[in-house]
């Protein structure tokens, strides 16, 4: 089956410094990822949908000046959250589409801001 | 814009019994995917069912099944034999068949957290 993997799956940061998470399609290529956020016991949140060689599709709300997501190949998406705060501590999912358009998730990382 | 409605927060079941999770959604489109994904406390989701709007047959894997009623816009998951691994987070979710933009991204509810009692 498809696989996607995320890395790390947890990371500790210093407030004001920057974090990259990586989001991986193992066995497939996928053109469209998407990155999630989400807080305990609550739903996904759709942050952005990233394509492959164009620029990524933020939802609303969500500052794209602090979320970086580069998709620069078909089996790579990279989301980094620039100056982080303690506020930006989290659960972040991603998933890719395989060609099917069937969505395939990542493990997810935890992130703690300190 | 599609929505999904869970409205039951949290269920509980006792093992080897029953249970139906409840969801429903609104939709202006004739032709979709609805999905149920499980998130146990690993928090990797997991496709549990799929089913397209298209097919009047209810979907079912092993002791899932769906109650599909499309006029009604409702889609429940009955969980048969309930079994201790089985207690999660349960997301039913929503997909377009056409792109339109969107990039078939999914339309989550808010969730069902789902005990099972021994």
């Known amino acids: 089956g498809a696989v996607v993997s995320q890395h790390p799956s947890r990371v500790i940061c210093k407030s004001g410094t920057s974090v990259k998470i990586e989001c991986r399609s193992l066995?497939?290529?996928?053109?469209?990822m998407f990155w999630y956020r989400q807080f305990p016991k609550q739903s996904l949140m759709l942050m952005a949908t990233?394509?492959?060689?164009?620029?990524?599709?933020?939802e609303q709300g969500v500052e794209k000046d602090k979320f970086l997501i580069n998709h620069a190949s078909l089996t790579l998406s990279t989301l980094t959250v620039t100056s982080a705060h303690p506020e930006d501590s989290s659960f972040y999912i991603c998933?890719?589409?395989?060609?099917?358009?069937?969505?395939?998730f990542g493990p997810g990382t935890r992130l703690t801001v300190t | 814009a599609q929505t999904v409605t869970q409205s039951q927060p949290e269920m509980s079941v006792q093992e080897a019994e029953t249970v139906t999770l409840s969801c429903t959604y609104d939709?202006?489109?004739?032709?979709?995917?609805l999905f149920w994904y499980k998130q146990p406390p690993s928090r990797q989701m997991i496709l549990v069912i799929r089913?397209?709007?298209?097919?009047?047959q209810n979907a079912t894997e092993n002791r899932f099944s769906v109650n599909f009623q499309k006029a009604a816009k409702s889609f429940s998951l009955k969980i048969s034999d309930s079994q201790l691994g089985d207690a999660a987070m349960y997301f039913c979710?929503?997909?377009?068949?056409?792109?339109?933009?969107?990039?078939?991204?999914?339309?989550f509810g808010k969730g069902t957290l789902l005990t099972v009692n021994p």
């Open positions: 998933s890719a589409n395989s060609a099917s358009y069937e969505q395939y």
């Open positions: 066995d497939f290529q996928a053109t469209t």
């Open positions: 990233s394509n492959e060689g164009s620029k990524a599709t933020y």
């Open positions: 939709t202006s489109e004739s032709d979709y995917y």
């Open positions: 089913q397209e709007a298209y097919k009047q």
């Open positions: 979710a929503y997909r377009s068949v056409h792109s339109g933009g969107s990039n078939y991204k999914l339309t």
